[in-house]
């Protein structure tokens, strides 16, 4: 995501006991366009975060890379002012704008003082609703991009995921590069961005949250200010669901490195599938807790077999994974791939200990308040809880929902999800140890 970043706006950090409940207001526009409000005005910053769900996800065929391209386009130049017009006036006024493409959805923020929230709100609906995609500015973006793509082409860690996302999901949208290739980018036109904006940026899609020093009357003016001239539906074409192709293939891609890097997953589950919570208390012993996960114990501190090992849950809108990853001398990747797969098989089998629960618990309900330390931090955790349908009053009853985790829960969704067997797996290296089902040479 680029900003235009003059100053980073921090307040206290909001804690979510029952004597400190997060009060979160429903706004609705005088136009109708509905946002959800945490007003706070001890510091006088506003953030606003949104996202046109599903916007970006398919680009045509033979543009792929154009919703990311867009991206990078919309602040560079727009209404009466060129590219450095726009980014001046930005930086003159402590304005933060950006917008970002995703697999699910295109986003945008703004953070502002709230002496010059006008100005801000001004700019930003001029990004959104008059820019320029001036060709000097969009070669320059076009090449900033391909020259990133180049040198991600001679990451292992990039290749890997790449490799994996393709398999994963080949012919959908999550298995292609959002940011296009070397040979789709140089077909992208100004034409085809600005069809891109008129198509997908519908307020039928449109998803908004804010937090700060606005009222929610000032708000409510805001949200037609910024989005009432979008049109009402957008064209954008509906993602669909899709299956996880790939299980349990182990996949080589030979790479002249000291190390391998090491992906695999397979299906996990979705933000509104009731065993969400159960999930996240197991993965946070499996391997998304750090230095205390099952994974780092065994891989690295009684093996060191790799300086760091995780798992993680990647809940997307038309798909779910649980992955793990990590990288090793070349000489270990056999012994470190097969440990992590006895841990995969170790927790389906036996679960958590009554204190792995415990830790789990404090941990995931005490560290939370800490990822709410900003302005910003907190309107985009409230946009997420909005476009994830899980209810105004979420974030009050987030520690509850962990900790009504039991242990017949974790079983049951361990097993439900941890099949060594199923792993697709990925490795960029030389592994030694691994017999791979296929082996891809060259390219990524």
Request: no cysteine; glycine share 10%; proline share 6%.
């Amino acid at each position: 995501m680029r900003v235009g970043l003059a100053a980073v706006f921090l307040t206290a950090i909001a804690f979510l006991s029952p004597a400190h409940a997060m009060d979160i207001k429903r706004v609705v526009s005088p136009g109708g366009i509905e946002a959800w409000l945490v007003e706070d005005h001890k510091v006088p910053v506003l953030a606003l975060e949104w996202v046109f769900d599903g916007a970006g996800g398919t680009d045509p065929k033979g543009k792929e890379g154009l919703a990311n391209l867009a991206s990078t386009m919309l602040d560079e130049g727009a209404g009466p002012y060129d590219s450095q017009a726009f980014q001046a006036r930005l930086q003159d006024k402590a304005i933060a704008l950006g917008f970002e493409s995703g697999r699910d959805g295109f986003g945008g923020s703004m953070r502002t003082l709230g002496e010059n929230r006008e100005e801000a709100l001004e700019l930003t609906r001029l990004a959104l609703t008059e820019p320029h995609f001036a060709p000097e500015a969009l070669d320059r973006m076009r090449a900033s991009v391909m020259a990133s793509l180049r040198r991600d082409l001679a990451d292992p860690n990039y290749v890997a995921r790449r490799q994996f996302y393709a398999t994963a999901f080949p012919d959908h949208p999550y298995g292609g590069e959002s940011r296009g290739s070397l040979d789709s980018l140089p077909t992208i036109t100004p034409d085809d961005l600005r069809a891109f904006v008129k198509g997908q940026f519908g307020r039928d899609r449109l998803v908004v949250a804010a937090a700060g020093d606005i009222s929610p009357d000032d708000l409510g003016k805001a949200l037609d200010k910024l989005f009432g001239g979008l049109p009402a539906k957008a064209d954008a074409k509906p993602i669909p669901d899709v299956t996880m192709s790939g299980l349990g293939q182990t996949i080589l891609l030979p790479r002249p490195t000291a190390q391998t890097v090491m992906l695999m997953g397979q299906p996990g589950v979705k933000r509104d599938d009731p065993d969400w919570y159960a999930a996240t208390v197991m993965n946070y012993v499996l391997g998304g807790g750090g230095f205390g996960s099952r994974l780092m114990e065994e891989v690295r501190e009684k093996r060191g077999l790799s300086y760091g090992v995780y798992s993680y849950l990647i809940p997307m809108d038309h798909a779910a994974l649980v992955m793990a990853g990590g990288s090793t001398v070349n000489a270990k990747a056999g012994q470190a791939l097969d440990i992590i797969r006895q841990e995969w098989a170790r927790m389906a089998k036996d679960g958590l200990t009554d204190q792995e629960m415990a830790d789990a618990k404090t941990y995931l309900t005490g560290s939370f308040p800490l990822q709410l330390g900003s302005t910003q931090a907190i309107a985009r955790i409230l946009l997420q809880v909005k476009r994830d349908n899980l209810g105004i009053d979420y974030l009050n009853q987030r520690d509850r929902y962990i900790n009504a985790v039991t242990q017949a829960d974790i079983k049951r969704v361990a097993q439900r999800l941890l099949d060594p067997g199923k792993l697709l797996t990925v490795l960029v290296g030389r592994p030694e140890g691994v017999t791979p089902t296929r082996t891809i040479e060259g390219g990524s």
